[in-house]
């Protein structure tokens, strides 16, 4: 089948892409290249991908409506797997404006397009950050969400509102799926265990918010996809909820999906297992906690279950030993 993945040169859609073209199927990738960071980690990304067969670029802004709607007429996809977004929550703090055009117009823009060429099954990322305030553990997908604590959850919960409008005004068919940390290698250097590796492995101190007393769903980047892989023959249909626990919507052909390993983890414990991979001890820099985010969160991934037999269930030190391993080789450390 034909997949169109957006954000494909970034940390997801490139380890996605690369898992559905050795599936066999074609990959078309659209990425903005936004220099959020370092845009050559996102070239290196894509370059892995043009050398396979099957895989086809398109570097623009999905905003762009014009040139996106002459891809998806030259590419005609079956799937639309949209991860592009701006994300990071400490970002926000300073940038709000570029989650309202990276996640919110970038979205809309997509939805409308496919309001005039719908495909099979458009799946999106959301986030975990969508839980926010809630303390009732684990979260699960049924769970109301109207506590956001950061500009970046408000958006991507906004992407789950347009997913579900168009899901129920035009009937195409949608899946939303909650991440839980995700980590791994070719991962985004703004992220906390790239950026505590490193550290690290330079001898410079980490910063550890609220004393290290945090606990993170980890959810490993291989594990991820394969969900994702799993769910794109899941399409929702209206009235056809498959158990109890279903995010079905009782008014459109959408649901909701969490992603995660449902195993929470102690921050310091994380840490630990970088230390170990990378054979040095942590300089630690122990903070207040940051504005915006949460103390725990804590995936049920029932509901992945029921629908693909499937649940993520790598742990963080093979999780952690492959991520430095990649670091050490890509920086040549």
């Not at 799946?123 to 950061?150: H, I, K, Q």
């Not at 101190?205 to 980047?221: A, K, L, S």
Request: aromatic fraction near 10%; hydrophobic fraction near 45%.
């Amino acid at each position: 089948m034909k997949v169109l993945v957006t954000g494909s040169a970034g940390f997801i859609g490139f380890h996605l892409s690369r898992r559905l073209l050795a599936a066999g199927h074609e990959v078309a990738g659209l990425d903005a290249m936004v220099p959020y960071y370092d845009v050559r980690l996102k070239q290196a990304r894509h370059a892995r991908l043009a050398a396979l067969p099957g895989f086809s670029a398109h570097e623009f802004d999905l905003c762009e409506a014009e040139r996106l709607r002459e891809v998806l007429r030259a590419e005609a996809p079956e799937v639309v797997v949209h991860l592009a977004a701006q994300a990071g929550v400490r970002y926000a703090l300073e940038h709000p404006e570029s989650y309202v055009h990276n996640n919110l117009v970038a979205t809309s823009t997509l939805a409308e397009a496919l309001r005039h060429q719908p495909v099979r099954h458009l799946l999106m990322a959301s986030t975990s950050s969508a839980y926010g305030a809630n303390e009732t553990m684990p979260f699960r997908e049924t769970d109301a969400v109207a506590t956001p604590l950061n500009i970046y959850a408000a958006t991507k919960l906004a992407t789950e509102h347009i997913g579900h409008s168009y899901a129920h005004l035009w009937r195409q068919p949608v899946t939303m799926f909650r991440f839980f940390t995700v980590y791994g290698p070719w991962g985004r250097p703004d992220m906390a265990f790239f950026k505590f590796t490193d550290a690290i492995l330079k001898g410079r101190p980490i910063d550890i918010y609220n004393h290290g007393r945090m606990e993170r769903d980890f959810t490993y980047v291989e594990d991820l996809v394969q969900a994702i892989e799993k769910l794109i023959d899941c399409v929702p249909e209206q009235g056809r909820p498959v158990a109890e626990i279903d995010s079905l919507s009782p008014v459109a052909p959408f649901r909701v999906v969490n992603i995660g390993n449902a195993q929470p983890v102690q921050l310091l414990d994380f840490i630990a297992a970088i230390e170990r991979a990378a054979g040095r001890e942590a300089i630690r820099n122990l903070m207040p906690m940051q504005k915006g985010e949460v103390l725990k969160t804590w995936a049920d991934s029932s509901l992945l279950a029921a629908l693909t037999g499937y649940r993520p269930s790598t742990g963080i030190e093979e999780g952690i030993r492959e991520f430095v391993a990649w670091y050490r080789e890509y920086y040549g450390i």
